[in-house]
């Protein structure tokens, strides 16, 4: 089992590049620094790395923390995001010189029409928020490109926002020189990502962020593999994890067997989004009772792991149905648009588990092989690109991020984790 600490620490050397500096090296290069990342699948433990869980649901445990425990008794009320790399197809993040030497610029074309530029920090606007990274280092002159998402990806909210800002971190880190290590990409980008930005709502409601995440998606796609992520805020600081590897390479055929995602290719109606959701989960903090059924979920999630790591899904279907139906309860519009997949799970004796807010693509899970096979059969015979309805098998990716490009430029990837081979 491999175990792995990650946790934010760094230098005082700051930059070694200015921003025109970079962009001339970006403009002599053969290739461009690329960074390919994963998306993840969550399920029980899903929203616990969110900012409202750390500040109500740690727990610090009594007596030693023994790393070497199989079943890691000693984290039964700690937080914890379990996640696994999807090894489907890579999306990709690229930096190349910028049109205008004073503009930093990022452009998605799945999302914009245009790049999105600026001079400076736009703080009102979350749009901005790969640019916002850029200034950070300097890096005036510099542009962020994505690729087209990949079809089977479309409308799954499998952690894209996530995704862009860790790739943005890690260019700009290694292109301006700074150098951070992958653990401190995680740290700052989850930071990042639930607090830049300020936006005004009904009423005057001021949000912040670029979408309410916690940094699961971020930590899966750099880390790779199917690892047990618990929060340990109060031992190495905000956002900071102790992972342990609960599923090994040799068994992932098994997950393919018994696990996988699906998107309905639906979406909710009206004002029904994942922001209204998010809302009214959030809201169930305000009153002791709701708390309550919150905290709930971090005994559920230990049981999940446990039965993962045994690879008793049986087990861990019955823990997906329990953490599906508390967030049901505290949010009825969780599962709005899935109600032919709660068709097909009934039929073929299965669970399925909404990631993030709902509403994109969902873990279904079956002790019987031949459930899973019917259920993926079902959509397959109507899969349609365009509305993202698929199938998504469940391939675990050992590894974690690419980093292509960088060695022929002369640029630092950023250094792994700790790591505790047990």
Not at 108 to 118: G, I, W, Y
Not at 319 to 333: A, H, S
Request: charged share 20%; aromatic share 8%; with cysteine.
């Amino acid at each position: 089992m491999t175990i792995r600490i990650w946790r934010a620490d760094g230098q005082l050397d700051g930059l070694r590049r200015t921003g025109g500096e970079t962009r001339d090296l970006l403009k002599a290069g053969a290739v461009s620094p690329t960074v390919e990342l994963y998306p993840r699948s969550d399920g029980p433990g899903s929203s616990q790395d969110l900012l409202q869980f750390a500040a109500m649901g740690s727990r610090v445990w009594k007596g030693t923390a023994d790393l070497h425990d199989p079943a890691w008794s000693w984290s039964k009320g700690a937080l914890r995001t379990p996640g696994a790399c999807i090894g489907s197809e890579p999306i990709r993040f690229r930096a190349v010189p910028a049109t205008d030497e004073r503009e930093v610029q990022y452009y998605a074309p799945d999302f914009h029409e245009e790049a999105v530029t600026a001079t400076d920090v736009v703080p009102g606007d979350p749009r901005q928020f790969v640019n916002n990274i850029l200034v950070e280092f300097g890096l005036q002159g510099v542009r962020i490109e994505a690729d087209p998402v990949p079809a089977v990806y479309r409308g799954t909210g499998l952690g894209g926002s996530n995704l862009a800002h860790g790739a943005a971190l890690i260019l700009a880190s290694s292109l301006s020189g700074a150098d951070i290590s992958l653990a401190q990409v995680y740290v700052w980008g989850t930071i990042l990502e639930n607090n830049f930005g300020v936006r005004l709502g009904k009423g005057g409601a001021v949000s912040f962020g670029v979408s309410m995440t916690g940094g699961q998606e971020l930590l899966t796609a750099l880390q790779g593999g199917f690892y047990d992520n618990v929060h340990v805020p109060f031992v190495y600081g905000a956002h900071s994890v102790v992972s342990r590897e609960i599923v090994a390479p040799k068994d992932y055929a098994t997950l393919e067997s018994h696990l996988v995602l699906v998107n309905l290719g639906q979406r909710r109606k009206g004002a029904e989004t994942s922001s209204s959701v998010n809302t009214q989960w959030m809201k169930a903090w305000l009153t002791s009772a709701t708390a309550a059924r919150h905290l709930e979920k971090i005994e559920i999630a230990y049981r999940g792991v446990e039965a993962l790591r045994s690879l008793d899904f049986a087990a861990y279907a019955h823990v997906i149905g329990e953490y599906r139906r508390i967030r049901v309860d505290l949010c009825d519009r969780y599962t709005a648009g899935q109600e032919e997949l709660e068709g097909l799970c009934e039929k073929y004796s299965a669970e399925y588990f909404p990631v993030g807010a709902g509403s994109g693509t969902c873990l279904v899970c079956a002790a019987e092989e031949e459930s899973i096979a019917e259920i993926a059969r079902a959509i397959r015979e109507t899969e349609d690109a365009s509305t993202g309805r698929t199938v998504i098998p469940f391939r675990v990716r050992a590894a974690g991020a690419s980093f292509l490009g960088f060695e022929e430029l002369g640029l630092q990837i950023p250094r792994a984790p700790e790591e505790i081979l047990d």
